[in-house]
C-alpha cells in the first residue's frame, strides 16, 4: 500500500522549501508573504485577529509586523474606540512586493509541477481541493481522538 500522505507531506515539505529560497533571496520568509497575502487577499485586519487567521503565535505576529512596519510594507493604526486593538493594513509597496512574491511562488509551482501536463495540474488542483475541503469542515476524524 502506498502512502499517499507521506507523498503529499514530502512534495509540499520540497515545494515549501524552494519558496522559502525564493522568499530569502529577497530578504523575507514565508510569515512575511503569509501576513501580505492575507492582507491583500481579505483586507485590513486587527493583528490579533491576523495571528488567529493565520495561525501564527501572537507574540510571533507582532514581531512579523513590526519587520513588514519598518520596510514600510504595512501600516498600523490604534483601534480610537479600544487602544488595545492595532489594526494592520498593507501598503502600496507591500502590495507590489507582494505582486513580485506571487510571481516567485507561480514559478516554483511551475518548478514543481514540471511533469504534469495543464490537464493532470488542473485534476490534481481539483483533488487535492475537494480534500482540503473535506478538512476543513470537520471530515477525516483523527483516529484515537
Known amino acids: 500500500m502506498g502512502l499517499t500522505t507521506y507523498l503529499m507531506s514530502r512534495t509540499g515539505k520540497a515545494a515549501r522549501g524552494r519558496l ?16 501580505l497575502a492575507a492582507l491583500v487577499d ?3 485586519h ?29 501600516d498600523r493604526a490604534r483601534d480610537m474606540t479600544d487602544r488595545r486593538r492595532v489594526t494592520v493594513t498593507v501598503s502600496p509597496a ?4 507582494f505582486d513580485r512574491l506571487r510571481a516567485d511562488a507561480s ?10 501536463n495543464a490537464r493532470e495540474r ?4 481539483a483533488l487535492l481541493t475537494r480534500v482540503h475541503s473535506h478538512l476543513q469542515t470537520g471530515g477525516g476524524a483523527r483516529p484515537g481522538r
Do not use: W, Y
Open 20 to 35: 522559502a529560497e525564493r522568499l530569502a533571496d529577497r530578504g523575507f520568509r514565508l510569515p512575511h508573504m503569509a501576513v
Open 42 to 44: 481579505f483586507g485590513p
Open 46 to 74: 486587527a493583528q490579533r485577529e491576523l495571528a488567529e487567521r493565520l495561525t501564527i503565535d501572537r507574540s510571533d505576529i507582532v514581531k512579523i509586523i513590526d519587520e513588514l512596519g519598518e520596510a514600510g510594507l504595512v
Open 94 to 97: 507591500g502590495r507590489a512586493l
Open 107 to 116: 514559478a516554483v509551482q511551475d518548478d514543481v509541477l514540471a511533469p504534469l
Open 122 to 125: 488542473a485534476r490534481l488542483t
